[in-house]
């Protein structure tokens, strides 16, 4: 076309470079790539709540996996930009880091992960339509894989400003375009409590579901969802101060647990590791809890950070006009100024409250100064046990089955569940390379428990001897004594919450097995299928139907409840055999998974998790 411009090239060339290299600019195609779409759409309305000229965002997904996002912002502006000749609007959707150019919104939420733009989300999609809302007026244009169809045309008049833009993913780049309710109810969920006031409405039209987030406590509403299943001490403290352009907001409740939650945000990102803002909350803390210790309570010795954050959950969110992060992935916030500021924001805010609230200011000193006797114990406690076995080198726990062999990198170990099973799994196994140690029963759920408890606790100590290496911070890794160590339970719930339980406990207190990747899950079949003298052991329901339809009729399947029911042979043969089994690797990201609280955000149900929770926090009483 002669018509072309030498800007209307450079616009083709970028949305080409999107379409070529897609990973580059949404991580992934897959299908956390294809739900970053949304997020980037959402993330300029959330850019419009920042600004504070939008208070309601709604996403809707379609049958034909089209999804929209709404807004009652102030709308893409729509006039003619000179340079190129063309409205803002369509330059916005087909330029890549456009949105700026016209733009002095202060906080921004720089599009998620990669700040990219709505342009992307449109070379991207097969097509795309967009409506604005401005003058009294509705535009709307629409795009193929991020071409113009049209120029933009007024189709009607109407109130209000905002904007709404229409999209079906392009099959063609992604490996599915299906969208997932749960994963993007989970993170509105999650920006809804991060925004406070603004309401935020998932409908989907695929099942008629509908659900609207909206909390007018913010982050202080979210810490009381986040300690919903634990016993608290106090009501939430909560407090913000905005200056020079950055707002600082904070929410905290200690509970009667042992663990530490603590979520950091900045402009909305979750940043899990933290960064400035984390450390001037954790300095503030330590030292106003310390401070009115010695002053109001004659409280001598020092409490560490460590003691005053025990039993603490709290969310600390901060908005800023350039956000820098560490790194490219966008999860430890890195700018220094912001640590001063909110290290005497929250000393100030902090200790204010605690003379305040006397008879919370006691919980909390109190509670810390157990915190530190508990500690001082545990650290006896575990000298205590470094020197029984520096002199006796054959403290190994009697369930513990062991090899014959002694090089580590030969050798693994199964955590076996339940005296019956491991009974099965020493027989079955091949006793030169392979340990078994039953675990009976319930472990400690170590998240409740004080670390003297937890160093009491039968099969954790057993656990801690076989494997050679120590624990928390003496842990150490050249004296483990095996390759790989090997998580074997039933298919069932108790299997799992044994699972969960062992992964916090190595999550929090060997973290090393899970960064070098020694951590496995066995796969035991869930069923056996014979006919005559065919037989074939199955490791899912999908699994089994095919094979029930290529044997046809006439099947016998046995379904397998427990590792008890197989015979050694079996369990050797499925489960146990290098040769023939399978075995899952344990990132440690599905450990953090286990141990922490994301799930909750995450729209699992919270009754089977409170009686979960409940059942455990029977046995995490502190008895130092
Ligand atoms: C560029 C400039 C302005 C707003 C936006 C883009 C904008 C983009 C999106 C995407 C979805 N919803 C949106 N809302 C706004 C600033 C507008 C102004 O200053 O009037």
Same mark, same amino acid.
Do not use: D, V
């Given at each position: 076309m002669e018509t072309y411009t030498a800007e209307d090239i450079q616009v083709l060339e970028g949305l080409d470079a999107v379409r070529r290299r897609p990973a580059m600019y $949404?991580?992934? *195609?897959d299908a956390r790539g294809l739900h970053h779409l949304v997020y980037e759409v959402v993330d300029n309305s959330i850019d419009e709540a920042l600004a504070g000229v939008c208070d309601e965002i709604t996403v809707i997904l379609h049958p034909n996996s089209s999804i929209t996002v709404a807004d009652n /912002?102030? /709308?893409?502006p729509v006039e003619t930009i000179e340079a190129y000749k063309k409205p803002a609007l369509e330059i916005v959707m087909t330029t890549l880091h456009a949105g700026g150019k016209f733009d002095n919104r202060v906080y921004r939420v720089a599009g998620g992960l990669h700040g990219v733009g709505v342009s992307v989300v449109n070379a991207l999609s097969e097509w795309l339509e967009v409506r604005v809302r401005r003058n009294g007026k509705i535009y709307y244009q629409k795009f193929e894989r991020g071409t113009p169809l049209q120029e933009v045309a007024v189709i009607g008049t109407c109130s209000g400003t905002g904007t709404e833009i229409t999209f079906l993913p392009d099959s063609k780049i992604f490996d599915v375009i299906m969208f997932d309710f749960n994963t993007l109810s989970g993170r509105l969920e999650e920006l809804a409590y991060l925004n406070k006031g603004l309401k935020i409405t998932l409908r989907d039209e695929r099942t008629q579901i509908t659900r609207v987030f909206s909390y007018e406590g913010g982050i202080a509403a979210l810490v009381d969802h986040l300690n919903e299943t634990r016993e608290t001490l106090h009501t939430t403290i909560y407090f913000e101060r905005e200056e020079n352009d950055v707002l600082i907001q904070v929410a905290l409740q200690y509970t009667s647990g042992y663990a530490e939650h603590i979520l950091s945000y900045a402009n909305t990102i979750? *940043? $899990?590791? /933290?960064g400035t803002h984390l450390s001037g909350f954790k300095a503030a803390l330590t030292r106003a809890v310390n401070n009115y210790a010695k002053k109001n309570m004659k409280e001598g010795i020092k409490l560490s950070g460590e003691d005053v954050r025990e039993g603490l959950t709290a969310v600390v969110s901060i908005k800023l006009p350039n956000p820098q992060f560490e790194a490219q992935t966008k999860i430890k916030l890195a700018n220094r100024e912001v640590e001063g500021l909110m290290d005497s924001v929250v000393y100030e805010k902090l200790y204010e409250y605690l003379e305040e609230n006397p008879d919370v200011a006691k919980i909390v000193v109190g509670k810390s100064v157990k915190a530190r006797e508990a500690r001082e114990a545990a650290r006896k406690a575990r000298e205590l046990t470094r020197k029984k076995s520096a002199l006796d080198t054959s403290t190994l726990p009697g369930k513990l089955a062991d090899c014959s062999l002694s090089d580590p990198e030969l050798c693994e170990i199964f955590l076996v569940e339940g005296d019956s099973a491991g009974g099965s799994a020493k027989q079955a196994r091949d006793r030169r390379f392979q340990s078994i140690l039953p675990l009976r029963g319930k472990i400690l759920n170590v998240e409740k428990a004080a670390e003297t408890r937890i160093l009491r606790n039968q099969e954790i100590l057993a656990m801690i001897q076989a494997l050679g290496a120590g624990y928390g911070k003496s842990f150490t890794l050249e004296n483990l004594n095996y390759s790989k160590i090997i998580i074997m339970t039933d298919a069932d719930v108790d299997g799992a919450h044994i699972r969960t339980l062992l992964l916090t406990f190595f999550y929090r207190y060997m973290r090393h097995l899970l960064e070098q990747e020694k951590i496995y899950i066995a796969q035991p079949p869930l069923y056996k299928v014979t006919k005559r003298t065919q037989e074939y052991y199955l490791y899912s329901d999908e699994e089994l139907k095919r094979k029930l339809q290529e044997m046809g009729g006439g099947a016998e399947v046995q379904r397998y409840k427990g590792l008890g029911e197989m015979n050694p042979e079996q369990l050797w043969e499925t489960t146990m055999n290098p040769e023939t089994r399978t075995i899952r690797k344990v990132t440690i990201e599905d450990a953090r998974k286990a141990s922490e609280i994301f799930d909750i955000l995450m729209g699992s149900n919270v009754q089977p998790r409170r009686e979960f929770i409940q059942e455990y926090a029977k046995e995490a009483t502190l008895d130092i």
């Open positions: $949404i991580g992934s *195609t /912002g102030r /709308g893409i979750g *940043t $899990i590791e /933290g």
